[in-house]
Nanobody, 120 residues
Framework: QIQLVESGGGLVQAGGSLRLSCAAS????????MNWYRQAPGREREFVAT???????NYADSVKGRFTISRDNAKNTVHLKMNSLKPEDTAVYYC??????????????WGQGTQVTVSS
């Protein structure tokens, strides 16, 4: 069974930093894009950052210059380093990954989410 599990969320003061991690486990061939999304209360889930297998990254404008996404392909892990956090960054953060199954074909898997709360 393929799973993505996030960790690293918590409570932090405005201006502080957190580092989220997401580890994929199970039997698969590879993972192409690995992404972070977030969902604040009463709002739709929104894109935060993406990184593909060759290391190419892209960010939402709201986090550019503050967040950094990285990955360790050998460990099938993606990280999100969040600096200069603002109260509006408060949300449940989800990772997902586009997984190449051993049987062929690509499937998108989501983690269960980790709460990030930024106090003012």
């Amino acid at each position: 069974q393929i799973q993505l599990v996030e960790s690293g969320g918590g409570l932090v003061q405005a201006g502080g930093s957190l580092r989220l991690s997401c580890a994929a486990s199970g039997s698969f061939s590879s993972i192409n894009g690995m992404n972070w999304y977030r969902q604040a209360p009463g709002r739709e889930r929104e894109f935060v950052a993406t990184i593909i297998e060759d290391g190419t990254t892209n960010y939402a404008d709201s986090v550019k210059g503050r967040f950094t996404i990285s990955r360790d392909n050998a460990k099938n892990t993606v990280h999100l380093k969040m600096n200069s956090l603002k109260p509006e960054d408060t949300a449940v953060y989800y990772c997902n990954g586009n997984v190449l199954l051993r049987t062929g074909g690509w499937t998108l898997y989501w983690g269960q989410g980790t709460q990030v709360t930024v106090s003012s």
